[in-house]
């Protein structure tokens, strides 16, 4: 029999009317060890036996049930068989085929290599294909048939195994796969066509019943490739945090960052935890009213003001290009402004604080924006107006005096593009006018407004870099009359202090110009990189930036030291400012050795002060560089000559806008010393800036260790459930004051103090919202340091247990996926302050990197059998399922965040594959659950590519992670080995 065929050793058991054990155990023996009977195509060629005649072979069909019983033969192969069959006309064929499906169709597995598994997967989209064209057969013949009892019943009969088929979670993501897997989705182009094909009959079926359940197949055939659709939102929660918090943080700290890192933070925010539409717009406006309200006066008002009238809009005209559903986003933006206007106290008090209409201004700058229809515009301004006539007012004559910001910052935005296009003009030709311009600009609060609105709509840059252009024009010039000199000086001097001032308000990288233009740095940008104090710079007052020429410092300090007046003709005013330092140190040594008496030092000091304020910016930062050097006892008359310098002169022949002037001046050399003052505990008197304190400065307690300030803080936060801006600026001083390790490390010991579920949820909102300070940092240290720390020791695990390893479970996860994220697209840290960081450590030991072995590191990870244990090349790496897509996609392992992500899943895989399971196994999984809840449909290359395919086998063991739909999301489907080992771990379920 050996030398038998298999079609002829069927045959000869029909004859002979073997039953089907017999027939089994003889055709066993006549095949060589070691061929499988799929390899023998043995369900083909019984189908193809059985079906001859116009009904089916009943013995051989036997034979076929048995092999599918015994395993003799594959379900992919039967299945592939059963779809070669076309001759739908013979019912008692297509209904013996039906009861075969019946068998297996929905308990289909297979736990063999992984290409068997694929194999069942292209088998089973062959099925449904051959499954949709049988049904359609038999609705076309309905429209014919005379017996209608009959071909109602055959048709039911094929309904109901589509129905079995596609009603399995399982088969439906193993037709994904399969679907998948095919460049042009040729295949599954068919399967469309025939549903259409199928939908086009149905009007035909006298049974609603029969018409309803196809409907539903249908509906199932189209929802395959959106198995990884978006999930439900949270309906059940009205108080989001994390969105207050970051645009809390946004409006506090970063006015001058562009609007899309931010339009994608929150988006990311709102995918994260699911949050509706008007909820997530309600809570952005709930947070700008907040911060309006509770802004420190002066120019931190004017900033809140301008992001929330220009800034906000603006974001979201963005968020309305992204995806929404099925709603529109102007609904859910009139939606929004609904329920904002129950907040009926929240809208009196900031229309209190700010003297107008604060909600009728949004809607109508949202108007504008086409955020909102007239119809809804008018109905929302209305319903504002009625509420209004109830509110408490002020007195009238408190009102009178002041002047609402929102209105100005409004008028203020078209006067920046003006402004930008009368700076754009020759400077040489019309000094006067643009002098006069400027001179508008100092009036009052008008450079603050301006700044703020240029700031709030990412026009400051620009508007900086015309003032440095400026500056640069007036340094010299030859040839020049006494008018034109003294304007000259203005221009220098006005064009300096408004960006020195622009520098201490918004950050000196707004003024450093790209490194794409080539050519000589600009005076200022020289003069603010290496001479200007800010916060947390230190500076050594014997650089070499304050030693100019020496003859030149004699000519000043002779030129301070007499009683002529300063001649404006030809002087280098960059070359003054350069000098001023080296002068004063010399003036200051005279002093201090009773060379010069304390009226000649007044003199000198009104000479400085005199004529162009930004003398006496220059020499006061190296007075504070200076004092930061001296002990406290040698302080007295380096403090005597600031303040010497920073007291106004009041005279007559003093060059045009000097009231003006010494207001910016007075302000620039406040914020100058104040870490100096504050070190000597000294008071200085600042009179044209007022007696308001700078803004958000001192305020850690003196005497009180920073991390018990950091524990209050955050315990405060917990009980409130929301973070104002004085926190935000505690928690920045705190990063940079105890560094980046010690600040995450405090923070998560108290999210796993935390017991409450409720809490452990809001504590985790905050969390993620302070890390946005520096979130890449924070990240890297968070899931290198930190995170392996706690999962690798034994007497650690007790802390992750639920809720709070849960919770850290879903914060690490946000902090990967945003960090992830804005890394990917190239966008630099969002909060990248103007302090110095420390560097953290140095990721390339994390991750080992070997190119010229590439698979020495897999080797360790490697837990399949199949795979040899040994990869010899590169080409090889390709079938090991111990790799990771970001290794077949060739991400950059170089890059700190993609080391220490490989890093972090090279440990959770070798925790799920460890002999011993605990709190830390349970952590892995949440981690895991959190990455699916948080996956954006269908985006490729997030987190989970530096997944190891091997992980996936390990993690289906896991009970909660057991699903078709999670293998589906944790698996890159994008590439051949992504698909294999999805259809091995879903085969296997």
């Known amino acids: 029999m050996k030398d038998v065929t298999l079609k002829q050793a069927i045959l000869l058991a029909w004859r002979e009317r073997w039953s089907d054990y017999q027939w089994a155990i003889n055709i066993k023996k006549s095949f060589s060890k070691g061929a499988t009977m799929d390899q023998q195509n043995l369900a083909d060629v019984l189908l193809e036996q059985a079906l001859i005649g116009p009904s089916p072979n009943p013995l051989l069909m036997s034979y076929l049930t048995y092999a599918i019983s015994s395993q003799m033969v594959s379900y992919a192969s039967v299945l592939t068989a059963i779809s070669k069959f076309n001759d739908f006309s013979r019912e008692l064929c297509v209904k013996s085929l039906l009861e075969i499906l019946d068998m297996f169709c929905d308990k289909l597995s297979c736990h063999g290599k992984a290409e068997e598994c694929f194999s069942l997967c292209r088998a089973l989209i062959n099925t449904l294909f051959w499954m949709l064209r049988c049904t359609s057969f038999y609705v076309e013949n309905f429209k014919e048939a005379v017996d209608l009892l009959a071909a109602e019943n055959q048709l039911s009969m094929c309904v109901d195994r589509l129905e079995r088929i596609l009603s399995s979670t399982k088969n439906r993501a193993l037709i994904h796969i399969a679907r998948m897997d095919e460049p042009d989705f040729s295949l599954w182009s068919s399967v469309e066509q025939g549903v259409v094909k199928l939908a086009e009959n149905l009007n035909s079926l006298t049974s ?104 906000i809009p603006q974001v979201l005209v963005r968020l309305k290009k992204y995806p929404q559903g099925d709603r529109e986003f102007s609904e859910d933006v009139n939606s929004a402004f609904e329920y904002l206007l129950k907040l009926t106290p929240l809208l009196d008090k900031a229309d209190q604080r700010c003297n107008c209409d604060c909600m009728g201004l949004l809607l109508q700058e949202c108007g504008k924006q086409g955020l909102l229809s007239e119809v809804n515009l008018k109905n929302l301004l209305d319903k504002r107006n009625m509420d209004r006539e109830q509110a408490p007012r002020l007195k009238s004559s408190e009102n009178a005096n002041i002047q609402p910001n929102p209105g100005l910052i409004l008028r203020a935005e078209p006067t920046v593009t003006n402004i930008l296009k009368t700076m754009d003009a020759d400077h040489s030709k019309s000094p006067e006018g643009i002098l006069g311009v400027l001179g508008h600009m100092l009036s009052g609060k008008s450079l603050d407004l301006l700044l703020a609105a240029a700031a709030a709509t990412g026009k400051l840059k620009s ?31 006005i064009s300096f202090l408004m960006l020195c001032h622009v520098a201490q308000t918004y950050g000196s990288e707004v003024i450093i110009s790209d490194l794409s233009t080539t050519g000589e740095v600009p005076f200022f940008e020289t003069w603010m990189q290496t001479c200007m104090p800010e916060e947390g ?124 002037r010494v207001v910016i001046m007075s302000s620039i050399l406040e914020q100058m010393c104040a870490d100096v003052l504050q070190q000597t505990a000294t008071q200085l008197k600042f009179p044209s800036t007022g007696m308001d304190p700078i803004p958000y400065r001192n305020l850690l307690p003196s005497k009180k260790p920073i991390r018990e300030v950091l524990l209050a803080t955050f315990s405060d936060l917990l009980e409130k459930g929301w973070v ?125 990197l070997d190119d010229t072995q590439p698979s020495k590191l897999m080797r360790l990870l490697s837990s399949n059998e199949e795979e040899p244990a040994i990869l010899s090349s590169p080409s090889d790496r390709s079938m090991s399922s111990s790799l990771s897509a970001s290794q077949l996609h060739t991400v950059n392992m170089r890059d700190p965040l993609n080391r220490v992500l490989a890093n972090l899943f ?71 080995l992504g698909r294999r080992v999805a259809a091995k771990a879903i085969a296997a379920l």
Request: aromatic letters at 8%; proline letters at 4%; charged letters at 20%.
């Open 208 to 311: 609603q019943l029969l018409r309803t359940r196809i409907e539903e197949c249908i509906s199932l055939v189209n929802s395959i490739p959106l198995m990884l659709s978006l999930h439900q939102e949270q309906l059940s929660r009205t108080q989001f945090p994390t969105v207050h918090a970051v645009i809390m943080l946004e409006g506090t700290m970063n006015l001058t960052g562009e609007v899309q890192p931010l339009v994608e933070q929150l988006t990311m925010i709102k995918r994260m935890q699911r949050i509706p539409s008007p909820l997530f717009v309600l809570e952005i406006w709930k947070a700008c009213f907040v911060g309006l309200i509770e802004s420190p006066e002066g120019t931190e008002e004017l900033k809140w003001t301008a992001f929330t009238f220009l800034k």
């Open 463 to 493: 508007f900086a870099q015309k003032f440095v252009k400026l500056n640069e024009f007036t340094k010299y010039n030859s040839g020049e009359g006494s008018k034109a000199a003294s304007v000259r000086a203005l221009l220098f001097d």
């Open 537 to 660: 710079k230190i500076l050594n007052p014997d650089h070499p930036c304050f030693r100019p020429d020496s003859t030149k410092v004699e000519a000043l300090v002779t030129l301070l030291n007499s009683t002529l007046e300063m001649k404006l003709v030809q002087v280098k005013w960059h070359e003054v400012c350069l000098s001023i330092s080296a002068a004063i140190l010399e003036i200051l040594n005279a002093w201090e050795n009773g060379v010069l008496p304390f009226e000649a030092i007044q003199k000198i000091t009104d000479n400085i002060k005199g004529k162009v304020c930004s003398m006496a910016v220059c020499a006061v930062a190296w007075l504070v560089a200076h004092v930061r050097m001296l002990g406290l006892d040698e302080r007295e008359k380096s403090l005597l000559m600031i303040k010497q310098l920073a007291s106004p002169l009041y005279g007559e022949n003093l060059l045009q806008f000097y009231s003006e």
């Open 906 to 976: 090279l440990l959770i895989s070798s925790i799920l594959s460890a002999k011993t399971a605990g709190p830390h196994t349970q952590f892995v999984q949440w981690f895991m659950e959190e990455c699916v809840e948080c996956l954006e449909q269908g985006s490729r290359g997030g987190i989970l590519q530096f997944m190891p395919f091997a992980m996936v086998s390990e993690l289906v063991k896991l009970s909660a992670m057991s699903s078709p739909k999670i293998v589906l999301a944790i698996t890159d489907l994008s590439l051949p």
């Open 724 to 848: 104002n801006s004085r926190s935000i600026h505690v928690f920045d001083t705190l990063l940079h004051m105890g560094g980046v390790y010690w600040f995450v490390n405090n923070l998560v010991k108290e999210l796993l103090k935390e017991t409450r579920k409720d809490y452990t949820l809001r504590a985790v909102e905050l969390s993620y919202a302070i890390f946005c300070l520096d979130m890449h940092q924070i990240t890297l240290t968070l899931l290198g340091h930190i995170l392996p720390g706690l999962l690798t020791n034994s007497s650690k695990w007790e802390m992750l247990m639920d809720p709070p390893g849960r919770a850290l479970a879903k914060l690490s996860v946000w902090c990967a996926l945003s960090s992830y994220s804005t890394h990917s697209k190239g966008q630099a840290s969002v909060k990248q302050r103007k302090r110095h960081r420390e560097d953290i450590e140095d990721y390339s030991s994390l991750f080992p």
